[in-house]
């Protein structure tokens, strides 16, 4: 019988079986930890990405204690409702703590920003209670750029105070990009030896399936993920029909809220040769494999404050990139220094048409190398062991 060291809660604001990547990772942070500590997760229902059917909620058996809080959930992307969303489980997660908190040593979070944070941060000053906060984007800055400017001005002032409060009330703040810490560090006025650098990670394991992909006569552009509002496939998909490439098909695959918008921009676009797909997360590898060149966009400003996370993926799957992004972001950063891939101003429909003829006319070696490259670069920096290992110190840490 194993002995149990300490209690640790884990509030999680996705959790599986919802197949995003946050879900994931505070699986693997929990499966890890319960191998020699009585570990708690608290998570709303699942939901997540919206469209998604979900079933079998208790289908996994664990070591550790998972529990479905009754909280208000949102999949849509509606601003009040989201709002709510965060409220509603921040509330519940602050009255589980305060019913035990007598049981709880350490608390590590990924969960909703702003007022699930708030909420938790509270309750856990109160207590005493150790918390590692997860940091996957920056808000209230990556919000207000969806306002407009004068409204976007007059929010950021409002809650900008409630993010300071909760990263200085933080016992130790995790953040998943050197830029989002920067910003995060000078911004908040919070000294960067609070700050700890952990990549999100993927189950590298099912990347190292070799598969067995009868290739067709058609160059395939693919996306693989949520189709959200921040991805910006609008621009994608205009882009990839004015380019007129012949024997090309570009495949959209993924659940989300503007996946319906997509349909009928193609549609209105006459653009046959865009497929749109679902896909279950154990087939990502596989559907990935079958890509040429792999899509990774998002709208302005997006990848300056956040690093997506199928990016881990895409490099794992030894694939070509075409990101539309800042060149001054981490996403870039890592393209870049890994060399497996192009770099284009997010919205900017001119470039990434010529960033689509650019990887036509690459050879099949040029791509391979490509490939090759993304594969080393994710085994060094991006892997699921050495940043699991790091972020469970940091939690056994927390005194």
């Given at each position: ?22 879900a994931n990772l505070s699986y693997d942070i929990a499966d890890s930890l319960s191998e020699k500590h009585n570990v708690t997760v608290l998570s709303p229902l699942p939901t997540r990405p919206y469209g998604i059917q979900i079933n079998n909620l208790n289908a ?340």
């Amino acid at each position: 019988m194993k002995e149990l060291n300490r209690n640790i809660l884990i509030v999680s604001c996705v959790f599986p079986p919802e197949p995003v990547v946050s879900a994931n990772l505070s699986y693997d942070i929990a499966d890890s930890l319960s191998e020699k500590h009585n570990v708690t997760v608290l998570s709303p229902l699942p939901t997540r990405p919206y469209g998604i059917q979900i079933n079998n909620l208790n289908a996994m058996k664990n070591e550790f204690r998972h529990i479905t809080l009754d909280s208000f959930v949102c999949p849509q992307s509606k601003i009040i409702g989201r709002f709510k969303e965060s409220w509603s489980f921040g509330r519940k997660t602050a009255s589980y703590i305060k019913a035990n908190y007598e049981k709880i040593d350490v608390i590590y979070a990924n969960t909703w920003p702003l007022f699930a944070q708030y909420f938790l941060v509270r309750i856990a000053i109160k207590y005493n209670i150790p918390l590692v906060l997860h940091v996957q984007d920056i808000y209230p800055d990556s919000f207000v750029k969806k306002l407009p400017k004068i409204l976007g001005e007059i929010v950021y002032q409002i809650l900008l105070p409630i993010d300071k409060y909760i990263l200085h009330k933080s016992s130790k703040i995790v953040g998943i990009s050197p830029y989002m810490i920067s910003h995060l560090s000078k911004s908040r006025n919070i000294s960067i030896s609070k700050f700890q650098l952990i990549r999100n990670w993927q189950n590298d394991s099912i990347f190292n399936t070799t598969f067995d992909v009868s290739k067709n006569s058609l160059f395939t552009f693919m996306y693989l993920g949520s189709i959200s509002p921040s991805a910006g496939l609008d621009i994608i998909i205009k882009a990839f029909s004015k380019a007129s490439l012949q024997d090309s098909v570009l495949r959209i695959v993924g659940s989300g809220s503007k996946k319906e918008d997509c349909i009928n921009l193609a549609k209105e676009l006459n653009c046959k040769n865009i497929i749109f797909e679902e896909a279950l997360p154990e087939d990502v590898p596989m559907l990935q494999s079958q890509a040429d060149v792999l899509l990774l966009p998002l709208l302005k400003g997006i990848s300056k404050t956040a690093s997506p996370s199928k990016m881990t993926a895409y490099f794992l799957s030894g694939k070509p990139i075409i990101a539309c992004v800042e060149n001054d972001s981490d996403t870039a950063d890592c393209i870049q220094q890994a060399q497996c891939g192009f770099i284009i101003e997010p919205e900017d429909i001119s470039s990434l048409i010529d960033g689509f003829r650019q990887a036509c006319s690459l050879t099949h070696d040029e791509r391979i190398q490509m490939g090759e490259n993304a594969k080393r670069f994710a085994k060094s920096s991006l892997s699921r062991s050495i940043n699991l290992n790091r972020i469970t110190e940091i939690i056994e840490k927390q005194q």
